[in-house]
């Protein structure tokens, strides 16, 4: 998968050539400095190295670069930011890919890492490449784990250390690198690419949701990990768990797709009387399930294993409380009351030939 190759989405920011205008001086957002008209930089259209690059005078404590277009941030995307880099005059300084987070409205999204990996310079003339991986999954390799909640960046770089050197900057490139990531993927769908954690604290119920939305038909994993679900979740497509989800007792998980025992086994992490709680719960409160497949398996229930949550409606409850045993012997009548007789078996009609 490649959004700018699939739906067009431009994530490239612009070169240095077409202005500094848009490259600000600060954060990226609208209204921050730009480097446009500033003595400590130009454009070199010209260089052994880069056809054209940013020159920069190193003043600021970390003197930041950003691009001042909004780089879309979208679910189940992966995108990777690389900028090389030259030292060529003065103090060498270090540099590492840096971003702004933020939502569509403006707001900046706080408490994410907003830096990749510091890279120094060392010599002079020798072009170094630094990089860093920014996207919505908690994945090995990813820099910038950024979650569901922002929108859209603004990317760039910081230099930091000692101020007087003069730096030279290719065009910033950002390229959409989500197939490094998707396993053999396009038929699986990732819950962590849609902003699921997986740390059995954190409710990750609408990040399950978004990637049954998403898959369209395609299965969706559950990687390893531990899923709180605070909510009530409804899978409209196939699902394989390699993690173990947890739900409070009124939140009713619903496998459209693999509506049987072994799936819910699954979902709970082998425990059998919780997967066999959650299928029947989903039974009882979702019309369009008729019955639950046990997959051949014998179940041994605690005495009060078979407890109805709170979210089953009455008329599903069985009669005398919210828990029902295999074992429940009828209680004796108060005394005084009549008993009714039992009921006499039908008569058995011969017929000829029996």
């Known amino acids: 998968m490649n959004k700018a190759v699939t739906d067009g989405v431009v994530f490239m920011p612009t070169p240095f050539s077409d202005g500094l205008d848009m490259w600000s001086r600060g954060d990226g957002t609208p209204g921050s400095d730009t480097y446009d008209g500033v003595a400590s930089a130009a454009f070199v259209p010209a260089d052994a190295d880069f056809s054209g690059c940013l020159e920069i005078l190193k003043t600021d404590a970390t003197q ?24 060529i005059s003065g103090a060498m300084p270090a540099v590492r890919i840096a971003a702004w987070a933020g939502r569509d409205n403006g707001a900046e999204v706080t408490g994410l890492t907003v830096t990749g990996p510091m890279v120094q310079l060392t010599s002079y003339g020798a072009v170094v490449e630094v990089s860093a991986i920014v996207g919505v999954g908690n994945r090995a390799g990813v820099d910038m784990v950024w979650g569901a909640e922002p929108d859209l960046g603004h990317f760039g770089l910081d230099l930091t250390g000692p101020n007087g050197g003069v730096v ?9 690198v989500t197939a490094v990531f998707l396993r053999s993927l396009m038929n699986r769908v990732d819950v962590r690419d849609y902003g699921a954690i997986g740390d059995g604290s954190t409710d990750d119920s609408a990040a399950f949701e978004a990637a049954d939305a998403a898959a369209n038909g395609r299965r969706v994993l559950v990687s390893a990990g531990t899923y ?31 509506f049987e025992l072994s799936s819910y086994v699954d979902a709970f992490g082998g425990d059998e009387e919780t997967a066999l709680k959650k299928g029947l719960q989903s039974l009882l409160n979702n019309a369009d399930h008729e019955s639950f497949d046990l997959s051949g398996r014998r179940v041994s229930l605690s005495a009060r294993s078979m407890c109805v949550p709170r979210s089953t409606p009455a008329t599903a409850m069985p009669s005398g409380g919210c828990c029902a045993t295999a074992s429940s012997a009828p209680r004796p009548a108060p005394v005084g009351t009549a008993v009714p007789s039992p009921a006499r078996p039908p008569t058995r009609r011969r017929t000829s030939g029996s």
């Not at 030279?168 to 959409?176: A, H, P, T």
């Open 168 to 176: 030279r900057i290719d065009d910033i490139v950002i390229e959409d």
């Open 228 to 258: 709180r679900l605070a909510s009530s979740v409804t899978f409209e497509n196939h699902v394989e768990f390699e993690g173990r989800v947890t739900m409070p007792d009124a939140a009713i998980l619903s496998l459209t797709k693999d």
């Open 64 to 87: 930041r670069l950003r691009y001042m277009g909004d780089t879309a941030i979208l679910p189940g995307c992966y995108l990777r930011v690389t900028a090389r880099v030259k030292a």
